[in-house]
């Protein structure tokens, strides 16, 4: 039986949105109220004053977390945090498409296998509200969903899963990987899946630190589209952008698209141009960038310039969601032992044996196997990879195939 989840909170407020985030992300269910004053407070959680720093309160079944971390709703829904055991066949970081899918083959193939996430399960792809092009939906399906169903498979034959566990560092340790996770606990694995992904560049505006949460978004703000009112921007031109105006035009008024480039038709897929041609409540706005935003408690207004005119427009609007560009997240991983791209991205397999792998070439008389990096026994899978097709169909290969690799790497081992 699924808890009864109920979230209290003002609506811009950052930590409430965070929560709704990682609920909505994680596929679990709950009803959001929002808290617009003192009597609201005291109505609906006891407490005083809506500034009280409690805030934003969540309720799960009989118990209430009050500004919980997202470790604490881990908990108090039953999912796990920290490893079970002291040492794994293969530790996967990253629970996207990817990560998900080496779990759901490494733990039917009989290795002992933890994922390990940080913030929610299906990565990029469970951010989203449709993936239209994943084999088998003809209808379509929601990230979240399809993540959910993922992590269900992946329990079922017998993965552990981590969640609110971030990576936050790692070495190797008498032949093994030690990953260090930001709780303090360590995780032990004979072989290691580094499925860490993308995430979007930040525009480093000017108040961004500030108003990130409070009307000011990276991602497709599958959360918060019931909440839209009035005009909304969604700034950038790639498929991501285009799924995200989609999904805000069925519940808000207005979406504007703020795109860099001449034309949608270089950077969507032909169906989302096709779909966004047909909303009568989106509107793309070409060769323009977002300049700055300002705001009080929240956002209240943008500036984009259009770089034809070269002329910078003010807006007033509550809500932008930046969906442009992605950087590979390796922070965690050794900068100085994982040969990379300029781009930063982690060569694998033959790229290793190219001039620009130096100064880092591959150490063994053997060539590395298919997805394996620079240090052996690391593998790389998804859009983290140098070179990977950045789709979540790739990735779900990727991730399949890179547990092939860790089977041959185990049995040269042993
Ligand atoms: C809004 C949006 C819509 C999209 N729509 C489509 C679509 O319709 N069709 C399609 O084919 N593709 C789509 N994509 C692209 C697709 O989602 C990605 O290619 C795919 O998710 C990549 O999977 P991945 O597993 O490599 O990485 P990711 O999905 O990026 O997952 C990486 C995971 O690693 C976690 N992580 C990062 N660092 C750490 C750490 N230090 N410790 C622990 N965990 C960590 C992250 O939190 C994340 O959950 C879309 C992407 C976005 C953003």
């Not at 055991?85 to 990560?99: C, N, Q, S, T, V």
């Not at 979007?200 to 990130?212: A, K, S």
């Not at 921007?233 to 795109?259: D, E, K």
């Amino acid at each position: 039986m699924q808890l009864r989840i109920r979230l209290f909170g003002e609506m811009k407020c950052p930590k409430a949105y965070r929560i709704r985030d990682f609920l909505q992300r994680n596929g679990m269910r709950f009803q959001w109220t929002e808290i617009a004053g003192n009597e609201d407070a005291q109505l609906h959680t006891g407490l005083d004053t809506l500034q009280d720093p409690r805030f934003p309160v969540l309720k799960i079944g009989n118990h209430t977390l009050y500004a919980p971390t997202l470790a604490q709703i881990v908990h108090a829904v039953g999912w796990a945090t920290v490893p079970a055991e002291p040492r794994y066949d293969l530790a996967i970081y990253g629970a996207g498409p990817a990560g998900l899918s080496a779990a759901v083959y490494a733990a039917s193939e009989g290795l002992r296998t933890v994922l390990i996430e940080r913030f929610s399960i299906g990565g990029q792809a469970g951010s989203t509200s449709k993936i239209e092009n994943y084999l088998g939906f003809p209808e379509g399906i929601s990230g979240a969903e399809l993540a959910s169903r993922a992590r269900d498979q992946a329990l079922r034959l017998g993965a552990e899963i981590l969640l609110a566990a971030q990576c936050v560092g790692g070495r190797i340790d008498d032949g093994n990987f030690l990953g260090l996770l930001d709780s303090g606990e360590t995780v032990l694995s004979r072989a290691l899946l580094c499925a860490t992904g993308v995430e979007y560049t930040r525009l480093n505006l000017e108040h961004e630190e500030r108003l990130l949460g409070r009307g000011f978004y990276y991602g497709a703000g599958s959360s918060e589209a019931s909440l839209c009112r009035g005009q909304v921007f969604v700034v950038g031109g790639g498929n991501s952008a285009g799924q995200a105006a989609l999904h805000l035009a069925s519940r808000a008024s207005q979406v504007t698209m703020l795109v860099r480039g001449p034309s949608l038709k270089s950077t969507l897929s032909q169906y989302l141009v096709d779909r966004i041609g047909l909303s009568p409540n989106i509107e793309v706005k070409v060769n323009c960038v977002l300049t700055g935003i300002e705001g009080g408690a929240s956002l209240e207004k943008i500036l984009y310039r259009t770089l034809d005119t070269d002329q910078e427009i003010e807006v007033d609007t509550g809500w932008v969601f930046v969906c442009v560009g992605g950087e590979p997240q390796t922070k965690w991983t050794d900068a100085e032992q994982l040969a990379r791209d300029a781009a930063g991205y982690i060569l694998t397999g033959i790229d290793l044996l190219q001039k620009k792998a130096a100064p880092l070439p591959w150490p063994l008389e053997r060539a590395p196997y298919p997805m394996e990096a620079s240090i052996p026994g690391v593998f790389v899978a998804g859009d983290i990879r140098a070179n990977s097709i950045k789709r979540c169909a790739t990735a779900v290969g990727e991730g399949a195939a890179a547990v092939a690799s860790v089977h041959r790497y185990l049995s040269s081992i042993h």
